[in-house]
């Protein structure tokens, strides 16, 4: 029995198929290849079947950029991110949520989102100091811990960073998402916007199959 495809999968079998049959009728047609169509249609063929092949042997992550904000439970936009959750986990056929949440903050939309509906996984990092990255105190605030400090006058803005800290915390969230993907093919990744394209990236070298996708509420 063929295996069930689901996902991504399922999307480019379809288009495996639709293609040999484009090709195969074209053939049958008895006309000269003139425009090379069937060479194109040959390449991009085996283009395909190399996608196929290749999300059916490595696992995916599709990442969703926000705003930590619009996480929390009760926000106002809560449905909009529900909507947003439920089609990516139709649409790639995920079975795991994973978010970058805080373990010392009310549980967040998101973990209430998938009780009974799928297995979820806050992958945040631990109040530890190797993590402990700046406040969100702006420059002009007394309680701004940045590289100057308290600066009275200042423009209203966040440093980000320590880096150090930064990539701690990425890289033990990339050793959680290891961990916590064993036993699944298909997960989505709820992480705060500054950290989409890096965490992206080392999903990709950490040989994931990698989609993202930003939402600003």
Not at 9 to 34: C, H, P, Y
Not at 81 to 103: D, M, N, P
Request: glycine fraction near 8%; aromatic fraction near 6%; charge should be negative.
């Amino acid at each position: 029995m063929s295996r069930k495809l689901t996902g991504i999968s399922a999307l480019l079998r379809k288009q495996v198929e639709r293609l040999e049959r484009e090709i195969e009728l074209f053939a049958n047609t008895g006309v000269s290849d003139l425009g090379g169509f069937q060479h194109q249609c040959a390449d991009q063929l085996a283009q395909l079947r190399n996608e196929l092949n290749r999300e059916l042997e490595t696992k995916r992550v599709v990442v969703l950029g926000t705003v930590h904000e619009l996480q929390k439970s009760g926000h106002k936009k809560n449905a909009e991110l529900e909507s947003r959750l439920r089609f990516l986990i139709e649409k790639f056929a995920v079975t795991k949520l994973l978010e970058e949440w805080a373990g010392n903050q009310a549980p967040s939309f998101a973990s209430e989102f998938a009780k009974d509906l799928l297995a979820y996984k806050d992958v945040g990092t631990p109040p530890e100091t190797m993590f402990q990255t700046f406040c969100c105190a702006q420059t002009n605030h007394p309680c701004h811990d940045g590289t100057l400090g308290p600066c009275d006058g200042a423009p209203a803005m966040n440093e980000y960073g320590p880096l150090e800290k930064q990539e701690n915390r990425e890289q033990r969230m990339i050793q959680t998402i290891q961990r916590e993907m064993e036993g699944h093919d298909v997960g989505l990744f709820v992480v705060g916007l500054a950290h989409l394209h890096s965490m992206s990236l080392k999903l990709k070298q950490a040989n994931f199959n990698v989609t993202a996708y930003a939402w600003l509420g």
